[in-house]
């Protein structure tokens, strides 16, 4: 059975913080995915890494794929009080994808 | 990105009664759709995978009798709760696999979900 270790999995940070979030396993996915999801509301897909070592941009938010494809990492920078939300991990080897437990950040103004 | 809607986005029913949620890919077409529960402060649970044209996979605990899934077309798939009580109460979130996609990615994209509340 894959497993994703999501860590941590509550995180409250002052606004213009950096921070980041870890995603861990001890199997190798094809490709890992980073969603974000807010209260009521379906899971939106931030980022697809596929290419171990890949590293993706996405604003102030930056996503990277382990060298062995087992793990990945979510660094914010500056965070703001509109990245509060949950965050998911979600890696794909078999089908379906495989979640983490995520990681519920909020960040106080 | 690809769109997925779902259907109602909030249902309140007496128990005994069933409900049907609908899931739709509104610009792709999906071969594959999964349905997940989620409690309240939690990741998601998958309940089963839905596929076009056959039989859903139900992963263990999931009783299928009680959470019917159909899969009539490439967009869209249903979850029928059966004989709903209080205990199926929360929020269903559909998704479904855009193939379009390059080679590798396996993606899925999700609906906004539904609440279901039942009394």
């Known amino acids: 059975t894959q497993l994703l270790e999501q860590s941590p999995q509550f995180l409250s940070i002052q606004e213009g913080e950096n921070l980041t979030v870890y995603c861990n396993s001890s199997s190798v996915f094809s490709s890992l995915q980073w969603y974000r999801q807010e209260p009521g509301e379906g899971p939106v897909l931030l980022v697809t890494v596929v290419t171990g070592g890949e590293v993706k941009k996405l604003k102030r938010l930056t996503f990277q794929f382990g060298d062995a494809r087992k793990d990945s990492s979510l660094h914010i920078t500056a965070a703001q009080p509109g990245d509060t939300g949950l965050y998911l991990c979600a890696g794909s080897g078999n089908t379906p994808l495989v979640f983490g437990k995520g990681t519920r950040l909020s960040v106080i103004a | 990105?690809?769109?997925?809607?779902?259907?109602?986005?909030?249902?309140?029913?007496?128990?005994?009664?069933?409900?049907?949620?609908?899931?739709?890919?509104?610009?792709?077409?999906?071969?594959?759709?999964?349905?997940?529960?989620?409690?309240?402060?939690?990741?998601?649970?998958?309940?089963?995978?839905?596929?076009?044209g056959s039989k859903a996979t139900y992963e263990q605990g999931v009783e299928k009798d009680k959470f019917l899934i159909n899969h009539a077309s490439l967009t869209l798939s249903t979850l029928t709760v059966t004989s709903a009580h209080p205990e199926d109460s929360s929020f269903y979130i559909c998704?479904?696999?855009?193939?379009?996609?390059?080679?590798?990615?396996?993606?899925?994209?999700?609906?906004?979900?539904?609440?279901?509340t039942v009394l």
């Open chain 2, 1 to 52: 990105g690809a769109v997925v809607s779902q259907h109602p986005s909030r249902v309140i029913c007496k128990s005994g009664t069933s409900v049907k949620i609908e899931c739709r890919s509104l610009d792709f077409q999906a071969t594959t759709m999964f349905w997940y529960r989620q409690f309240p402060k939690k990741s998601l649970m998958l309940m089963a995978t839905s596929n076009e």
């Open chain 2, 95 to 116: 998704s479904a696999r855009d193939y379009r996609k390059r080679e590798g990615r396996n993606e899925q994209f999700f609906g906004p979900g539904t609440r279901l």
